[in-house]
Structure formats: C-alpha cells, structure tokens
Nanobody, 124 residues
Framework: QVQVVESGGGLVQAGGSLRLSCTASGLTFDNYAMGWFRQAPGKERVGVSC????????WYADSVKGRFTISRDNAKNTLYLQMNSLKPEDTAMYYCAARFGYYCSGAAGDFRNWGQGTQVTVSS
C-alpha cells in the first residue's frame, strides 16, 4: 500500500525559510513524478511545484518561482521543498503527491497518491 508522509511545516516569520520533506513508501519511487500542492482555508488546492522521476525537470507556480526549490533523493524515497523568503500569502496546508510516470503536472487531478499535509504558517 502506498503511503506518503509530509513533515517540516511550522510557524515562521515573513522572510524566513522552511524545508518540507515527504517520504513515500509502497511504490517504486523513481518511477513517479512528485509534486507539492497547497490549500489555504476556503480556497482550492493548487500546484506549487513538481519534479520528474530523475530530478532533471522541474515546474514551479509563478507565485513561488525564485523562492522555492524542489528536489528529491531517490535513494531515500524522499522529496523536499526548500522555501525561502516566505510571505504571509504562502500560509496554507502543504501536500505531497505522487504521479506514476515521467511527466510533471500542476493539476491536482493528475496525482493519485496523497499525504495528509503539513501546515505552514507565515506571520507578518
């Protein structure tokens, strides 16, 4: 059974940094594109970033380009999201998701396996 578990969220002041981690089990990790999504209260879940199975191709939402960096360690079945220069509008529940295959996507409907989320709160 596939299990996806996020960690690393917390409360940080604006301008600060956080590093999210996501560990996946029950799947062949390097066969899956991996994505980060976020959902603020009352809003829909939106794509933040995605990385292909080899780590050679990435995608970022415009709102996080230049501030967030996605990476993966296939030997550890782990996905990361380094978040710098955080803003209050980055406050949300952050979710990790897995998508079988080579190609990235920013659409939540393209991902089948999801974690429970980790809360990120950025104070002004």
């Amino acid at each position: 059974q596939v299990q996806v578990v996020e960690s690393g969220g917390g409360l940080v002041q604006a301008g600060g940094s956080l590093r999210l981690s996501c560990t996946a089990s029950g799947l062949t990790f390097d066969n899956y594109a991996m994505g980060w999504f976020r959902q603020a209260p009352g809003k829909e879940r939106v794509g933040v970033s995605c990385i292909n199975p080899s780590g050679g191709s990435t995608w970022y939402a415009d709102s996080v380009k230049g501030r967030f960096t996605i990476s993966r360690d296939n030997a550890k079945n782990t996905l990361y999201l380094q978040m710098n220069s955080l803003k209050p509008e980055d406050t949300a529940m952050y979710y990790c998701a897995a998508r079988f295959g080579y190609y990235c996507s920013g659409a939540a409907g393209d991902f089948r396996n999801w974690g429970q989320g980790t809360q990120v709160t950025v104070s002004s």
